[in-house]
Structures are given as structure tokens and as C-alpha cells.
């Protein structure tokens, strides 16, 4: 079967952090996958041959940082190369800041930072899902309420391929 995992985007986009405040990387992802509510878990599948996919198999933890739109030339960079040739930190322009309880670090100009400690590791195909515990979160003004604020449009969605777009401010009830 050719590729037709696109027929279910546009969905969310999100750096994924891993390494130390020492030596930090972020990849983009948005396979990222809410799993339970308690305990509060998430998954986020990981390509075999990403660096990012060595580097928490290591540590065990990572963090799920959420950018808006003015983030976008650092999710394209953090997208389209390898912490394992390149320093990517060097080439963002984000900040990289000490997590609160696990050693991959948070991205400042994120929305929201998911610090999580990984409690089980599954290999499906040719990606690695990682199930993580999240154990801290800290939040910017699109979450400043405590929940997701929907007059927030600027939170990123890929529609697949090189293409991106932005939530919609309306709410539909059913
Ligand atoms: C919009 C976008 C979404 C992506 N989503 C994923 C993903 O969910 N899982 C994955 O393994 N790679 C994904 N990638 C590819 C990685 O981000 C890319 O291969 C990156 O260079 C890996 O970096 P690393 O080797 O430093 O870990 C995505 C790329 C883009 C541009």
C-alpha cells in the first residue's frame, strides 16, 4: 500500500525535545497521539532512523513543546534536518530552557511545554511508539486559562507534505 496516511491531515504540529540543556535537539512531529487521562499519557511515534528516536531510547524522556505560527522557519529547520549531522540549536532561533522535571529541556517561545517520562516503548513498522507519563506542563497565553483558548489561531497544523495551516476560531457544538 502507497502512502494514504495524508487523507487524515491536516492535524496539530509539534517539536519534539530530547537531549539536555547542554545539548539540546528538536524534532517536528505530528504524530502525536493523546493515550489516557490518568494516568495522563501520550504517544508520539518516532521514525527508526530519526537521531531523536536514539536519543530517548537513552534518556526516557522528552518533551512535547507546542508552536504557533511565528515558529514556523524553526519547525521547518527542525523538520528537514538531523541533530545527528548538524547542531540544530545553533541554527533555530528559539530558546531552549530547563524543564522542570526531566532532563530534555523546553522551548521558551512554545505555547506549551509537555515534559514526559517514558513508560513503555512499542515498535510499529517502521516507527517507535513512545507511550509517555506527562509529569509537568507549562503554558503560554494560548493556554493561559488552563485549557486550550480557541480565539488563539496561531497554534501550527500541518496539512501534509511541505504545507502548513492554522486552527479556525469557531466552535461547533453537536
Ligand atoms: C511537518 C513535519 C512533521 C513531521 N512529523 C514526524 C513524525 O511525526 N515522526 C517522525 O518520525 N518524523 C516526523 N517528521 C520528520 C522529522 O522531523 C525529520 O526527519 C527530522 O529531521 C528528524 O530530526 P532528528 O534526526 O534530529 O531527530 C516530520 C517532519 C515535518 C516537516
Known amino acids: ?9 491536516p492535524i496539530r504540529t509539534y517539536l519534539i525535545v530530547a537531549g539536555t540543556i547542554e545539548k539540546p535537539n528538536a524534532m517536528t512531529a505530528d504524530w502525536v497521539i493523546p493515550l489516557s487521562f490518568e494516568p495522563s499519557l501520550v504517544g508520539i511515534s518516532i521514525e527508526h532512523t530519526r537521531y ?3 536519543l530517548i531510547k537513552e534518556q526516557k524522556n522528552f518533551v512535547v513543546a507546542v508552536p504557533t505560527l511565528e515558529l514556523l522557519r524553526d519547525v521547518w529547520i527542525a523538520g528537514t534536518t538531523s541533530g545527528a549531522k548538524t547542531n540544530k540549536a545553533e541554527k533555530m532561533s528559539v530558546t531552549f530552557v530547563r524543564s522542570e522535571h526531566v532532563d530534555a529541556p ?3 517561545e512554545c505555547q ?14 517502521d516507527h517507535t511508539l513512545f507511550v ?25 497544523h500541518s496539512s501534509f507534505g511541505k504545507g502548513f495551516t492554522v486552527n479556525r476560531q469557531e466552535e461547533f457544538k453537536p
Open 1 to 9: 500500500m502507497t502512502v494514504v496516511l495524508e487523507y487524515l491531515y
Open 52 to 54: 531523536t528516536n536514539k
Open 106 to 108: 523546553s522551548i521558551k
Open 112 to 125: 506549551a511545554n509537555i515534559e514526559c517520562r517514558v513508560v513503555n516503548e512499542v515498535e510499529v513498522g
Open 132 to 156: 509517555g507519563e506527562i509529569v509537568n506542563v507549562t503554558c503560554g497565553d494560548a493556554f493561559i486559562s488552563g485549557k486550550p483558548d480557541l480565539n488563539y489561531s496561531y497554534i501550527l
